[in-house]
């Protein structure tokens, strides 16, 4: 009986201790209004795709303020795909350093957060898009800004995030064999996210459709197009002590920083992602 009662609060503390992840973390591809309010957050992710695109990722979140947190990714980007588009194999590879500035808008008494989320993605290597089958490639722009406003509010147990998002592509991209190839443009988007409480852990979910500019390639042509984006999966404790967890998680997005979240893989590709997180 003494153990019965020993048990039930340390459950009860993991449960608190995931909500209040939960509330700070957002889904896969929509970042929560929630600023961090913990030590360091350190993050791993890795998303595999069919297709042959995967991209491997590390990042850290720290808080700045009571109401301002920063959030810096590395991502690498491995576009070497098996499926063809346009009837040409790609051969593109891609890293960069992304830092998004979380500052959350104080507005004692209402019924939802809001966060005003500006981001800076920075190619580490000028980014490069090659046709395998004749060399040609195409050089992208080095920084992508971009801007994100998260509105959070609970409905009932479930923690309900809307997000809309700008993005700053670049519109025409200049070629090697003199011509221009068409870049996704100025991206307007907006996602909607969720996540439910269950068990020790949480049900992750989010979708979000570009209203203007492009967010993926068309298999049939290799020319941009606009996809739903999309995750679906599950976050979980790692161990009794509540400060590592795991999210395993479908998805089309191709990366975990605000521009990557925003493009759907080419051909529209599903991806299996896992990330795991501890606090420092």
Same mark, same amino acid.
């Given at each position: 009986?003494?153990?019965?009662? #020993?048990?039930?609060?340390?459950? *009860? #503390?993991?449960?608190?201790?995931?909500?209040?992840?939960? /509330?700070? #973390?957002? &889904?896969?591809?929509?970042?929560?209004? !929630? !600023? =961090?309010?913990?030590?360091?957050?350190w993050q791993a992710e890795a998303r595999f795709y069919k297709s042959g695109n995967n991209t491997l990722a590390l990042g850290v979140v720290t808080r700045l303020g009571e109401r301002t947190d920063l959030t810096a990714w590395y991502t690498y980007l491995n576009n070497d795909s098996h499926s063809p588009l346009g009837g040409a194999m790609r051969d593109s590879r891609w890293s960069g350093l992304s830092l998004a500035l979380r500052q959350e808008l104080k507005d004692e008494g209402a019924p939802a957060k809001v966060a005003l989320m500006? @981001?800076?993605?920075? +190619? *580490?290597?000028?980014?490069r898009g090659t046709n395998a089958a004749t060399g040609a490639f195409a050089d992208e722009q080095r920084v992508t800004p971009a801007v994100a406003v998260p509105v959070e509010w609970l409905w009932g147990s479930t923690t309900v995030i809307l997000c809309p998002r700008v993005v700053w592509f670049e519109e025409s991209i200049d070629d090697s064999t003199g011509g221009v190839t068409q870049g996704f443009g100025t991206q307007f988007s907006i996602g909607a996210g969720a996540r439910h409480p269950l068990g020790r852990g949480a049900l992750v979910g989010d979708v979000a459709y570009p209203f203007s500019g492009h967010n993926s390639l068309a298999t049939s042509t290799n020319t941009p197009n606009?996809? /739903? #984006? =999309? @995750?679906?999966? =599950?976050? +979980?404790? *790692?161990?009794?002590? +509540?400060? !590592? =967890?795991? &999210?395993?998680?479908?998805?089309?997005?191709?990366?975990?920083?605000? /521009?990557? @979240?925003?493009i759907a893989a080419p051909g529209n590709g599903v991806g299996l992602g896992v990330r795991v997180g501890h606090i420092f």
């Open positions: 009986m003494r153990k019965c009662l #020993l048990i039930v609060p340390v459950l *009860l #503390l993991s449960l608190v201790v995931i909500a209040g992840v939960s /509330a700070q #973390l957002g &889904t896969p591809n929509v970042p929560s209004a !929630t !600023t =961090w309010q913990d030590k360091a957050l500006p @981001s800076l993605e920075f +190619g *580490l290597k000028r980014p606009r996809k /739903a #984006l =999309w @995750s679906a999966g =599950w976050e +979980g404790l *790692l161990g009794g002590g +509540g400060d !590592t =967890w795991v &999210t395993l998680y479908a998805t089309n997005g191709t990366g975990p920083s605000l /521009a990557t @979240s925003a």
